[in-house]
């Protein structure tokens, strides 16, 4: 017998939500990360996450939902424009028949609920400081070679599941080929503070510098992630922050006022990269590791907790954690989700990227279309939401899987 069920390797938000999705069931999960054991909050950046209202029911099947509701700020209505144009359009959750859209959350905030949730989780035991250095299959289980302070060692599991990020160590070790492409842009994160309350609003801008999103926090704060070209964004990041609180409404206009105050910057590099394939024998990619998104549709993470409803529901059926079959329905399950999901963010982004004055045109003309046709509004409203079909399997209900 292997020492484990299931071995996830990466304990981010990807890998910490599978663990706590597995929580139920009669397996014996490990999980491994090459971060050191988190004493210390202010490690995790200053990202905010928009959170679909199909992630929410997630969330409440695996149980953290109650924790994260009272620092979770609704997304009541969802106005995307362009700077220069006369178009734009407005999605509300009235019109949908929902509460709300979405949530937007600090990633420290998501994390500390996870975290909280595994940290007394009976089935499940961690290695912090800990890499995966190698991977052999026989077909009866996978043998990791792991690396730590202390040397190396050898672990049996059924399963290996790989949620160690878009640089994934386990999808080199498997072969598993990716396609990557890079954007030439960075993102720069901030928590700001409007003038004008921002009435549960997320703004999306498509701003002449790249596209910026300003999303709802709690405290009237808004999460802004402002995509550039690295150069733009290495001069944007040594403003004083006054300067830089100054700069934004020349992007992103007025409709909140000006900026009174902001939290930390930080910068991300973008580019996507997709996996050619999701499962290798016994072996299977989650989250980052399976596809990397530009984070201008907030997709990245609500297509990972999709992956993790679908692979907490397939384990909860079969006995052996790494039978061949279930790795093909995983990997037909997941796939068209992962691809159209990916090319809906990297369409739009593409679209808004042209600098063509009548294209500026068509676009503005195209939000205004989108603004009197309710039917696309509401459909891509539930897309957005991360309603997708077929929505088998609890979780997706707001359900825990037994
Ligand atoms: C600026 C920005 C804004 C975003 N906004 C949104 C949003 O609004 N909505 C949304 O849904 N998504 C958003 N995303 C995407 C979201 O942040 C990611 O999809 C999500 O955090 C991915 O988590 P992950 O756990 O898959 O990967 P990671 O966070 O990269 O975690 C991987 C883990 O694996 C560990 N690891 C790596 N290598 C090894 C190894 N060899 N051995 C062991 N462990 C290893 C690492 O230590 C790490 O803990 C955004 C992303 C960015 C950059």
């Known amino acids: 017998m292997s020492d484990y069920d299931v071995s996830i390797i990466g304990g ?17 999960v490990l999980m491994i990360d090459s971060r050191p054991a988190i004493t210390d909050l202010a490690v995790y950046d200053e990202r905010s996450l928009a959170l679909g209202f199909g992630s929410r029911l997630i969330y409440g099947g695996i149980g953290i939902w109650d924790a994260m509701a009272a620092n979770a700020s609704p997304i009541e209505t969802v106005h995307a424009s362009e700077q220069g144009s006369l178009g734009s359009t407005r999605l509300k959750a009235a019109d949908c028949g929902v509460a709300a859209l979405g949530y937007v959350v600090t990633l420290r ?27 052999d299959s026989d077909g009866g289980q996978v043998t990791l070679s792991v690396e730590d302070d202390s040397g190396s060692r050898q672990i049996t599991t059924a399963l290996l599941v790989g949620a160690d990020g878009g640089a994934s160590a386990s999808r080199q070790l498997l072969g598993i080929d990716t396609t990557t492409k890079d954007y ?3 993102a720069i994160v901030a928590n700001i503070e409007p003038r004008e309350p921002h009435r549960h609003i997320a703004f999306e801008r498509f701003a002449h510098s790249g596209p910026m999103a300003m999303l709802p926090l709690t405290d009237n704060r808004c999460a802004m992630v402002w995509s ?16 830089f609180l100054a700069d934004i409404p020349r992007h992103f206009g007025y409709r909140l006022g000006d900026f009174l105050s902001t939290g930390r910057r930080d910068m991300f590099p973008l580019k996507m990269t ?12 989650l989250g980052n590791a399976a596809h990397a998104l530009h984070p201008i549709a907030g997709q990245g993470l609500n297509l990972a907790l999709r992956d993790v409803a679908v692979l907490a529901e397939l384990l909860a059926s079969f006995d052996d954690p790494g039978d061949d079959m279930l790795l093909q329905i995983y990997q037909q399950r997941r796939k068209p989700d992962i691809d159209a999901t990916a090319n809906y963010s990297d369409g739009l982004l593409r679209l808004f990227s042209y600098p063509m004055p009548i294209l500026a045109h068509l676009r503005g ?38």
Not at 12 to 28: D, K, W
Not at 228 to 243: C, F, G, K, N, V
Not at 274 to 285: G, K, M, Y
Not at 374 to 401: I, T
Request: positive net charge; without cysteine.
């Open 228 to 243: 550039l070209p690295p150069e733009q964004a290495e001069a944007i990041m040594a403003l004083s922050d006054d300067a």
């Open 184 to 186: 030439n842009q960075v």
């Open 109 to 135: 905030d998501l994390a500390t609920a996870l975290e909280q949730r595994v940290s007394t989780q009976p089935n499940l035991t961690r290695l912090h400081s800990t890499r995966l250095t190698a991977v």
């Open 12 to 28: 981010g938000l990807t890998g910490l939500s599978l663990a706590a999705a597995l929580a139920p069931l009669p397996l014996r």
């Open 365 to 402: 003309a195209g939000l205004i279309a989108l603004d009197r046709l309710p039917p696309l509004k509401k459909r891509l409203a539930r897309l957005g939401m991360g309603f997708r079909k077929p929505l088998q399997g609890p979780l997706f209900h707001g359900r825990a899987v037994r």
């Open 274 to 285: 997709l996996a050619h394939r999701l499962t290798a024998q016994r072996s299977l990619l």
